[in-house]
C-alpha cells in the first residue's frame, strides 16, 4: 500500500471539496434546525458524475474501488457537511453492490443509471423491529404469487425512505422453521409504491436533514423481474454490501472528527483567557493531540480495510474493526471539540455541538460495538460463540 495520495486521490478530493463550497457549516446549520432532505447537494454531486463513483463505467459510474469511495465520503464529511452530507448519498455508494454482482444485465441497465444520475433514490429496507440485528430471523414475508410476489411486514430504521422512489428490500421467502442456516431469505429491488407502504419518520437526536422512518408494507406487489439473483439466497448477497458499509461509515466517521478537531483547534489558538491563548494550555492541547492520533489510527485502518476489499481479499475483520475504532475516535474527537469551546460549545453557533448529535450514529449504525467485539473474539481469536 501507498499511503502518500496519487493522482486520482488529489483529483477526487479537489473535486468533492469544490462541490461542497457552497455547502458550508450555516448550510448545515439550517438543515439541521429545519429538516428537508438536501435536494441541492445531492443534485449537485449527482450532476458531477460522483454518485457513481463504485458503478461499473458500463452503466454510468466511474468504475472506481471502495478505496476512492471512501476517500469520497470521507472529503464530504470533513468539510462540516459531517453524517449529514454523508448519508444523502451513502446509499447510491455501496447499497446496490448486491445488484452489482448478482444483477442480471438487464436489471442493472434498468436500475444503475437513474441512480446514477439522481434520477432514482434508493432506501434499504433490511431491520426489523422484533429481530434487530439477527437477520436470519426476519418476518416480512414474500409470498410467490404467478408472476408477483406479495409482500406484508415491517421495517425500522430505513433512512431516505421518504424521498426514495426505489427499495432494496430483504424479506422471507421460505418460513423460517423450514430453512437451514443463512437460506430462505431473497432480495428485491423494486418501486417504493407508496400505495402499499406506510413511512412514518422516526424524530431523533441529529441528522434531521436525512430521515430514518418505521416502514409498514401491506400487499406490496413485487413483479418477479424485481428479485435479484435466486429467490432463498439473499442474505448471502447482502453481505457483499456490509463491509464497504462499514468501511464508508468508518471512513465518514473520520472525517467528522477531523472537522470537529478542526474547530477546536482554531477556537483555541484564537480564544485568549488569561492574556495567552487557550491553546497553549497543555490541559486544551493534549486532549486534542491524542484525538488526531486516534483519528490517523483509525484512518490507517479504513485505508486497509478499502484495499483488501478492492483486492477480493477477506476484509471482514478489518472492515468492522476500522468501524469500532472510527465510530469511538470520532465521537471522543467531537467531545474533546465541546470541552475546548468550554460553555460555547454548548451553543449552536459553533456547530461542535452538531458534530457530537452526529458522531453518535457510527458508534450505533450499521452495527453495535458490542456485536463488533464479539465477531473479532469469535472470528479472530477463536473463542467460543457468546450468544
Same mark, same amino acid.
Given at each position: 500500500?501507498?499511503?502518500v495520495p496519487?493522482?486520482?486521490?488529489?483529483?477526487?478530493?479537489d473535486?468533492?471539496?469544490?462541490?461542497?463550497?457552497?455547502?458550508?457549516?450555516d448550510?448545515?446549520?439550517?438543515?439541521?434546525q429545519?429538516?428537508?432532505?438536501?435536494?441541492?447537494?445531492?443534485?449537485?454531486?449527482?450532476?458531477?458524475?460522483?454518485?457513481?463513483i463504485?458503478?461499473? $463505467?458500463?452503466? @454510468?459510474?466511474? *468504475? #472506481?474501488?471502495?478505496?476512492?469511495?471512501? /476517500?469520497?465520503?470521507?472529503t %464530504?464529511?470533513a468539510?462540516g457537511?459531517?453524517?449529514?452530507?454523508?448519508?444523502?448519498?451513502h446509499?447510491?455508494?455501496?447499497?446496490?453492490h448486491?445488484?452489482?454482482?448478482?444483477?442480471t444485465?438487464?436489471?442493472?441497465?434498468?436500475?444503475?443509471?437513474?441512480?446514477?444520475?439522481?434520477?432514482?433514490?434508493?432506501?434499504?429496507?433490511?431491520?426489523?423491529?422484533?429481530?434487530?440485528?439477527?437477520t436470519?430471523?426476519?418476518?416480512?414475508?414474500?409470498?410467490?404469487k404467478?408472476?408477483?410476489?406479495?409482500?406484508?411486514?415491517?421495517?425500522v430504521?430505513?433512512?431516505?425512505?421518504?424521498?426514495?422512489t426505489?427499495?432494496?428490500?430483504?424479506?422471507?421467502t421460505?418460513?423460517?422453521? $423450514?430453512?437451514? @442456516?443463512?437460506? *430462505? #431469505?431473497?432480495?428485491?429491488?423494486?418501486? /417504493?409504491d407508496r400505495?402499499? %407502504?406506510?413511512?412514518?419518520?422516526i424524530?431523533?437526536m441529529g441528522?434531521?436533514?436525512?430521515?430514518?422512518?418505521?416502514?409498514?408494507i401491506?400487499?406490496l406487489?413485487?413483479?418477479?423481474?424485481?428479485?435479484v439473483?435466486?429467490?432463498?439466497?439473499?442474505?448471502?448477497y447482502i453481505?457483499?454490501?456490509?463491509?464497504?458499509?462499514?468501511?464508508?461509515?468508518?471512513s465518514?466517521?473520520?472525517?467528522?472528527?477531523?472537522?470537529?478537531l478542526k474547530?477546536?483547534?482554531?477556537?483555541?489558538?484564537d480564544?485568549?483567557v488569561?492574556?495567552?491563548?487557550?491553546g497553549?494550555?497543555?490541559?486544551?492541547?493534549?486532549?486534542?493531540?491524542?484525538?488526531?492520533?486516534?483519528?490517523?489510527?483509525?484512518?490507517?485502518?479504513?485505508?486497509?480495510?478499502a484495499?483488501?476489499?478492492?483486492?477480493?481479499l477477506?476484509?471482514?475483520?478489518?472492515?468492522?474493526?476500522?468501524?469500532?475504532?472510527?465510530?469511538?475516535?470520532?465521537?471522543?474527537?467531537?467531545?474533546?471539540?465541546?470541552?475546548?469551546h468550554?460553555?460555547?460549545?454548548?451553543?449552536?453557533e459553533?456547530?461542535?455541538?452538531?458534530?457530537?448529535?452526529?458522531?453518535?450514529?457510527?458508534r450505533?449504525?450499521?452495527?453495535?460495538p458490542?456485536?463488533?467485539?464479539?465477531?473479532i473474539?469469535?472470528?479472530?481469536?477463536?473463542?467460543?460463540?457468546?450468544?
Open positions: 500500500m501507498n499511503f496519487g493522482p486520482v486521490q488529489a483529483q477526487i478530493r473535486a468533492i471539496e469544490r462541490i461542497c463550497l457552497p455547502f458550508d457549516a448550510y448545515w446549520m439550517r438543515k439541521d429545519e429538516g428537508g432532505f438536501p435536494d441541492d447537494f445531492h443534485q449537485a454531486l449527482a450532476e458531477s458524475g460522483w454518485l457513481g463504485a458503478m461499473p $463505467e458500463a452503466y @454510468g459510474g466511474a *468504475g #472506481l474501488g471502495i478505496s476512492e469511495a471512501a /476517500l469520497m465520503m470521507h %464530504i464529511s468539510t457537511a459531517g453524517l449529514s452530507g454523508a448519508s444523502a448519498v446509499m447510491n455508494i455501496f447499497g446496490l448486491p445488484v452489482v454482482v448478482f444483477g444485465d438487464s436489471q442493472k441497465k434498468r436500475w444503475l443509471p437513474p441512480l446514477i444520475s439522481g434520477t432514482d433514490r434508493a432506501c434499504f429496507a433490511v431491520t426489523e423491529p422484533d429481530t434487530g440485528l439477527n436470519l430471523k426476519l418476518k416480512t414475508l414474500a409470498v410467490r404467478g408472476d408477483d410476489y406479495l409482500v406484508h411486514g415491517q421495517k430504521w430505513i433512512s431516505t425512505a421518504q424521498v426514495a426505489k427499495m432494496l428490500l430483504l424479506a422471507r421460505t418460513p423460517v422453521e $423450514e430453512c437451514k @442456516g443463512t437460506e *430462505g #431469505l431473497s432480495l428485491f429491488y423494486t418501486d /417504493l400505495s402499499k %407502504i406506510e413511512v412514518r419518520e424524530e431523533k441528522r434531521k436533514c436525512v430521515d430514518s422512518n418505521q416502514v409498514f401491506d400487499g406487489r413485487i413483479p418477479v423481474e424485481d428479485l439473483g435466486e429467490e432463498g439466497k439473499g442474505f448471502s453481505l457483499h454490501g456490509l463491509n464497504p458499509e462499514r468501511i464508508l461509515i468508518a465518514e466517521a473520520v472525517g467528522l472528527g477531523r472537522a470537529a474547530r477546536a483547534a482554531g477556537y483555541a489558538n480564544r485568549e488569561f492574556g495567552r491563548p487557550i497553549q494550555n497543555q490541559a486544551i492541547q493534549h486532549p486534542l493531540a491524542k484525538s488526531w492520533m486516534e483519528l490517523e489510527a483509525a484512518d490507517l485502518m479504513v485505508q486497509k480495510a484495499w483488501l476489499y478492492d483486492q477480493n477477506a476484509c471482514a475483520a478489518e472492515a468492522n474493526s476500522a468501524k469500532y475504532l472510527a465510530a469511538e475516535a470520532c465521537y471522543h474527537a467531537c467531545e474533546n471539540a465541546i470541552f475546548t468550554g460553555g460555547m460549545g454548548y451553543a449552536k459553533y456547530h461542535v455541538e452538531r458534530y457530537l448529535r452526529e458522531s453518535w450514529i457510527p450505533l449504525a450499521p452495527v453495535s458490542q456485536l463488533i467485539l464479539c465477531f473474539a469469535e472470528k479472530v481469536l477463536n473463542l467460543p460463540k457468546s450468544y
